[in-house]
């Protein structure tokens, strides 16, 4: 069962402003990448469910973080359908983040009163998410529509919060862009969740980057 409100995890979304995310199917390497983002100061995070055995992952990652950080709001991301939404919300999922807008997860997730944050490509898409209760729409990929899809949204619908997900660099420019435009926060998965030159997370990279973003995005929303 979610340990945060809907409310509670959007107004944490607003104020930092980032949501990291990453899939990893060891369950020591997932506990590292937590807590070097949540020493970096991030509050959230989505587990992106990507492999076999997530939710076994998911599962023990969670009660790493009740236990140890419980000030982190995890999340989960890539669901696809209502019956996995359902899966990881008895797990504990405080949201639920979609590639795609599907009524059946809006449905499973507003019973349970957990925000849920649909991947949509079009004003029809994001109007029709709104219409049954979405808070913070996903811009998904986030590269191919832009800043400019964003300014052109907030338009006709000034009251539309996005989070865009892919191409988000933890840059100052490419944020500027981003936030000025009128983003709510942003998602960042590989960009920011890095590795060496050996293949291994850079956990102290991953830290100090996290909280470089932090400090830009806060500044940007000053």
């Known amino acids: 069962m979610a340990k945060y409100s809907r409310i509670e ?6 104020e ?3 949501v990291p995310l990453f899939y990893d199917s060891d369950i020591d390497i997932c506990k590292q990448i937590l807590k070097a983002c ?14 076999d055995f997530a939710p076994e992952v998911f599962a023990e990652l969670n009660k790493y ?5 419980p000030d982190m709001i995890l999340g989960v991301g890539s669901v696809t359908d209502a019956a996995s939404a359902s899966t990881y919300m008895a797990l504990g999922a405080n949201f639920i983040v979609t590639p795609v807008f599907r009524e059946d997860i809006a449905i499973v997730c507003n019973r349970r009163k957990i925000l849920w ?3 949509c490509g079009s004003l029809t898409e994001i109007a029709k998410a709104e219409e049954l209760g979405c ?3 996903k811009l998904f990929p986030g590269q191919v529509y832009g800043p400019d899809f964003v300014k052109g949204i907030k338009g006709p619908q000034p009251w539309t919060s996005v989070m865009p997900t892919g191409g988000v660099l933890p ?12 983003v709510l926060c942003v998602g960042m998965g590989s960009k920011l969740i890095t590795k060496d030159n050996k ?3 850079d956990l102290g990279k991953i830290e100090s980057d996290t909280k470089n973003v932090l400090k830009i995005i806060k500044s940007l929303k000053t």
């Open 117 to 119: 944050s649909p991947g």
């Open 171 to 182: 840059t100052r420019e490419n944020l500027e862009g981003w936030f000025k435009a009128g």
């Open 65 to 69: 973080v009740m236990a140890e950080l």
């Open 38 to 51: 949540y020493n970096g100061g991030a509050r959230l995070l989505e587990f992106t469910a990507r492999g």
């Open 16 to 18: 930092t402003g980032l």
């Open 199 to 201: 293949g291994n997370y």
């Open 135 to 137: 808070e913070i729409v």
């Open 9 to 14: 995890v959007f107004n944490v979304m607003s």
